[in-house]
Structures are given as structure tokens and as C-alpha cells.
């Protein structure tokens, strides 16, 4: 559907009238050119509710942080759609919503805080990824105990006092995997547990605002999820936030495409003014990467 056409700005008409909210759009990446885009969008609002239908590989959580509370500002009620898929930072806004429309074949991602990797220009890895390591090891060193100290008291034939089979075990752990602890270092450690219970503070003063989720939520989508691309579903999804529903047909109709443009692209959908083209209203640096890899 062509953008700014008569049946377009009938569509919204109609959308406006079915769910009494001004209706906004963004999809790209989430950064300050379209918080600040956003931000011109939300001047003299209409009703006391805003749907903004989202789809995000992701980008900057403290600005995804910022564009939900912006909303808080302007509008009473805040609803987020998200018709094909809202990952990492993006799921920020979500949690920031007090209610969630999603298409059933849409899914959000974990936040999982990312940062750039030591000594590494473009690749970037996730903040867990030092607890994750420092899970393996424990894994490790209690099997090592373990088998040990069973594999003496067997062999023989309880001579070998489970105790002593244990302190055994223990010294042979030590030994395999103290080289392998040694190359955590502390400071990354740190970076990274400050960027987890900043993360989950963000996320904590989302949902006391918008009363859709719990602080429990909040933890799991920080670091309850295996990888940064993890497809958390529509059930799922029901599962973790209280107020979740699928959209109306004309909802449906009204959303973008599941390709990300070039640009950032935000709109207000307004059918008493003219809708902007999507250049006009795309920032214009080019972005990097628009994939659902994005920070």
C-alpha cells in the first residue's frame, strides 16, 4: 500500500476510530536519530493512548529505555505491537507497555546487554558470557570431583574413604582448570556484571510503570536465555507478560513489512495532516547492519 494514499489515510481513520490511539511506526535500529524522530512525532497528541508498532533487530538499550518513558510522558497508556519481531533492546520498549499486541507468528528476543569485544573493533559479545564461562567451569570441576572420588571408593573397594576420594578429586580439578580460570579477567567480569544489573534495573522501573510484567520477567529476559537470538513465541510471550492479544484485521493491514529499511524509519499515522514519505522521515546516516544481530 502506497504510503500517504487515500486508502492508507482511510485505514488509519478507521484504525484511530477502532482503537480510540494515535497510531506510530517504527522499524530500524534503536538509536538517538530515532529517538529524536520519535520525539518530533509525539507533539500535540490526540487521544490519551498511543500504539506504536515496533519491529527492531535491536540497538541501544538506553535509548529504547528513553523512547518508553517519553511515551509515559505524553500519553496515559502505551501499547506496543510488534507484527514480525522486536529483539534485544527493543524488548525495553516492550517492557515499558502496558499492554502488547502481537501477531501470532511474531516473536521478541532476550535483552542480553551487549558490548564491544576486548581488543575487537566490530564484533561485539554478550555480557553473560563470563557467568556463562564460570558455569561450565564449575559444571566441570564438580564432575571431575565427583567421578573421582566414586571411581577410588569403587576400585578400592572402600579403602579409599569418600573423604579422601574427594580431597583427590578436588586437587585434580584445581590442577585442570586453574589455568582456564586465569584468563577471566577481573575487570571484564565486572563490565559485564554492571551491565546485567543495569539492565535489569532499566527493566525493573519499566514494569512498575507500566504494571505488565513482573520484576521475575525482567530477570528472566536479562539472563534466562541461552543466546542474544533467542525466538521467544507468542505463548511464551502470554507466559511473561499479563495484558497480550492478537491484533485486529486492520491492525494487521496496517503494519510494514518484515524487512528492515536502510534507514531508520518512524511515523506518526495522522490522517488529518499528510504523511510523510519514508525518506523524509528516515535519518540519514546509513547504518551498518540491520540485522537481528544488533546490540
Known sequence: ???????????????????????????GEISKEGLHLLQESLEAPRHHR???ALTTGGGDGVVAYQIARHFHRVYERLTIYVPHFCMSAGTFVVLGAHDLIMHPNAMIGPIDPQFRK???ICMRESALTSRAALAALGEAAFGVLEQTACELAVASEAAVSFKLGGQVGANLAAGLLSPLVAKLSPTI????????????????????????????TVH???????????????????????NVSEPSELLKLHAWGPDLPDDITVGRHDPQAPIADAESLGAKDKLASMDREAA
Open 1 to 27: 500500500m502506497e504510503v500517504g494514499s487515500q486508502s492508507e489515510l482511510d485505514l488509519v481513520r478507521k484504525l484511530r476510530e477502532e482503537e480510540k490511539a494515535d497510531i506510530y511506526q517504527y522499524s
Open 50 to 52: 498511543a500504539i506504536l
Open 118 to 120: 576486548f581488543d575487537e
Open 189 to 216: 567480569v565486572g563490565t559485564e556484571h554492571r551491565a546485567i544489573g543495569t539492565a535489569i534495573e532499566y527493566g525493573k522501573r519499566l514494569v512498575r510503570a507500566s504494571g505488565n510484567a513482573t520484576e521475575e
Open 220 to 242: 528472566r529476559l536479562v539472563t534466562g536465555y541461552p543466546s542474544h537470538d533467542f525466538a521467544i513465541d507468542y505463548r511464551e510471550v502470554c507466559e511473561l507478560f499479563k
